[in-house]
Structures are given as structure tokens and as C-alpha cells.
């Protein structure tokens, strides 16, 4: 996969002061990619370190006259192609920086003026399109450590990922804050989470969990999550079992980009302050993080694992969709359906964590195929790609 950082995070001391900015979680995903990096300011001819500047009108302009807007447009200019030349689809651009920045940057003059919007380079890479871009914040927050496991909460028959961890500890499900006492595993199964390590990335693995059809109420089935954050996990990943969306979507392996909650619940009802929660009112534009996002696609296309995306419709099941509400779904751009994930999503953007959403659907919605046991065979031809994408994502974390 294909990335394109600002120089100063990998610790080129190109910065207008001399300086870099390393950050340690941007060198491990360098190392695990394969990173470009640039520097517009450089790029566009601008000495390092250079004298203060001053504003004029839209322009940036240093004592001695350099515009230093002008510089920044070449250089941005000359780094976009390069990216476009790599079929770079994921950059890691400084906070704040006038000339990589994403949505706040400094105003250029050395004040520390934050003024809202993009740098130039980040601009011009938001007008191509295709490429996501984060700051190096994003990339920090994302990444496991043994204080911040990364959490993997496992749908119908994609629970055997948890025979992966090396475990450390065992809790049952039963000693969990808010799990209903009675609730059972379907046969064959634990309801037990393992904490440990997957290629050495800390984690903590949920083999299974339970859903609103059971009889269980939004808040009870989020439980699980609100355990993983108070482990101090950051980004949770969830797999679920779906149905696709005839002409949207195929059976098999996706990438969840977004979801509508048609459940007709939400965990965040009710006293919210006892969840842990400042405010119920949460912001929902990127409940599937985009950066993770990437990265999940990076790590299929790399390994050659064929996976789809597309946006998740979570209902209460658990009878299955008639052929209206098939009809009705893939007129509202749906391309998978399944019967849990949405209140889970919902819960731990509330608590800030980072979401990846991976599905397998197991077979075509309404096709009056599908029962227990076919979503388990289905799992199981699945299994072997399945497993690599999640190895393959946590390495990159
Ligand atoms: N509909 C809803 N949930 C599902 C399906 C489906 O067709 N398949 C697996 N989970």
C-alpha cells in the first residue's frame, strides 16, 4: 500500500524552524508500508529554516520579499503528482501545517493563528478525490499498545479468530458490566473474552455476542464495548454475518463505509451520563473511520483478497427481509443487511473510539437460502481470507 507522509513526521527536519516532528506511530506504519515522503515547502523552494513571514491580502510573504503562498502552490503541485504517480490512496499530512494541514491550519505568519480550512497540498489532494488524508493524530490514536488493545468483536462464525491470540486473561462474559445474566451462547460456543496478543499487537477478542432479537435491550447489547473502553481499547473492529443487497453488493467479504440504524432503538436513550458519555447528541459523519477504512482496503488489495464495501443496514430480525423490504433497502443504497453492529457503532462513537466494520455476507437477502448452518459454511470458505485481512490490518496499526 502506498502512502504519502509529510517529511517532518519520519523526522526530516524540514519544517520552517529546522525542525521535524517525529511521531512513532507514523514511522511503524512507514515501515509497514510504503511511504513517500514530501514536503511541499521544500518541494516549492523555500529555505529551511527561514525568517518570519507576514500576511498581505491571501498572501503569505517573507521579509525579503519571497511569497511563500506561491512556493507552497508549486511544491503542493509537484508532491500531488507524485502522489498520483505512486497511486497513493492514504496520506498522513502534520496538523496544522499551512501547507499539509487538514481543516485547521496556522495562518502562515508565525503568530500561531489558527484560521480554518485546508494547507495547499492537502487542498489540492481533497480536490482529486481518492485519496484519504489524516493527520498524524489519527494514526497516534489508532495505534495498540498495551494500555490501548485494539478490541474484535466477532459475528456469527467468524469467532475461531480468537484460537489466534497468545492470551494473557480470560474474562466471562457473565463478569461484565450490563451483560444480561441470562444470556447463553448458542451451543459450541463460549462467551468468554480473551486478552492477549496477535502477532505481538495487543488485543482484546470478543468471540461472539448478543442482539436485539434475543430480546436483549439496545443498551445490554452494547455492553461488550463499553467494556472494551473502559480496557482501554481505542479502535474496535467489528465482524458481523450479513445478507447482500442484490445488485449493491456479493456475497462474501466487505468493508463497511457507513450504516442506517433500522433497529427503531439506540443505546444512547435514556441517562447517558451513566454510560459514561458527556452527551447523547454524537456526531455520526465518520462512525467508520475513514483512515481504517484505507488501510483494510490497502491490506485486501495487497494480498489479493476480493472485498467489496458498502453501506450497512442493521434491523431487529429476526425474521428475514420480505422481498419489499430488499426492494426498499437497495433503493436507499444498502448493500449489506444483518441484524446486529449498528447500537455497538453507535456506543462506541460515543465513547470516541475508532470503528472498523468488516462483514461477511453470507448470502443474497431474501433468497430463502439461509439459516444458521449456511451462514457457517459460508464462514468457513471464508475463514482463510478473512484471517489474513485482520492479521494483515492489525500489522499496519
Ligand atoms: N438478513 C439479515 N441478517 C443476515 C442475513 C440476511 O439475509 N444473512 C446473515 N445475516
Redesign the pocket.
Known amino acids: 500500500m502506498d502512502v504519502v507522509v509529510s517529511a517532518c513526521l519520519l523526522g526530516e527536519s524540514c519544517r520552517y524552524d529546522g525542525a521535524s516532528r517525529p511521531s512513532a506511530a507514523v514511522r511503524h506504519l512507514a515501515n509497514a508500508t510504503t511511504m513517500h515522503p514530501v514536503c511541499p515547502e521544500v518541494r516549492g523552494g523555500l529555505p529551511t529554516p527561514r525568517t518570519a513571514s507576514e500576511r498581505q491580502g491571501d498572501r503569505v510573504v517573507m521579509r525579503d520579499g519571497t511569497d511563500v503562498t506561491s512556493a507552497f502552490e508549486r511544491g503542493a503541485r509537484l508532491c500531488a503528482e507524485e502522489a498520483r504517480a505512486h497511486g497513493v490512496t492514504l496520506a498522513v499530512l502534520k496538523a496544522k501545517s499551512p501547507s499539509c494541514g487538514v481543516g485547521l491550519i496556522y495562518d502562515g505568519t508565525y503568530s500561531g493563528r489558527l484560521v480554518k480550512g485546508n494547507g495547499v497540498f492537502a487542498e489540492l489532494l481533497e480536490r482529486e478525490g481518492d485519496v484519504c488524508m489524516v493527520s498524524e493524530e489519527v494514526v497516534e490514536s489508532s495505534r495498540p499498545s498495551v494500555e490501548h488493545p485494539v478490541a474484535l468483536v466477532l459475528g456469527?462464525g467468524l469467532g475461531h479468530l480468537s484460537s489466534l491470540v497468545h492470551p494473557v486473561r480470560h474474562v466471562d462474559y457473565h463478569d461484565i458490566d450490563g451483560f444480561p445474566e441470562d444470556a447463553r451462547p448458542m451451543e459450541g460456543h463460549l462467551f468468554e473474552a480473551t486478552i492477549g496478543t496477535v502477532d505481538d499487537v495487543p488485543v482484546v477478542v470478543y468471540p461472539g455476542r448478543i442482539h436485539l432479537y434475543q430480546g436483549f435491550s439496545a443498551v445490554e447489547v452494547t455492553s461488550l464495548v463499553r467494556h472494551a473502553y473502559r480496557l482501554g481499547c481505542r479502535v474496535i473492529i467489528f465482524a458481523?454475518?450479513?445478507?447482500a443487497i442484490p445488485g449493491n453488493a456479493h456475497t462474501g467479504l466487505g468493508i463497511l463505509t457507513d450504516q442506517i440504524n433500522l433497529t427503531g432503538v439506540n443505546p444512547l436513550v435514556g441517562d447517558a451520563s451513566t454510560r459514561g458519555l458527556q452527551t447523547p447528541f454524537v456526531d455520526m459523519r465518520e462512525a467508520y473511520s475513514p483512515y481504517l477504512r484505507t488501510l483494510a482496503r490497502g491490506v485486501a488489495d495487497d494480498l489479493g483478497i476480493a472485498v467489496e464495501e458498502g453501506v450497512y443496514a442493521g434491523?431487529i430480525?429476526p425474521s428475514?427481509?420480505t422481498p419489499a423490504e430488499v426492494r426498499m433497502l437497495a433503493g436507499m443504497g444498502v448493500s449489506y443487511?444483518?441484524?446486529s453492529t449498528v447500537c455497538e457503532v453507535i456506543a462506541a462513537q460515543a465513547l470516541g473510539m475508532n470503528v472498523l466494520g468488516l462483514t461477511l455476507?453470507?448470502?443474497?437477502?431474501?433468497?430463502g437460502q439461509?439459516s444458521h448452518e449456511t451462514?457457517l459454511e459460508e464462514a468457513g470458505r471464508h475463514a482463510d481470507s478473512f484471517e489474513r485481512l485482520v492479521r494483515g490490518i492489525l500489522r499496519l496499526l
Request: aromatic share 10%; hydrophobic share 50%; with cysteine.
Open positions: 456469527t458481523c454475518a450479513t445478507g434491523v430480525g428475514f427481509e443487511v444483518g441484524m455476507a453470507a448470502n443474497y437477502a431474501g433468497d439461509v451462514v
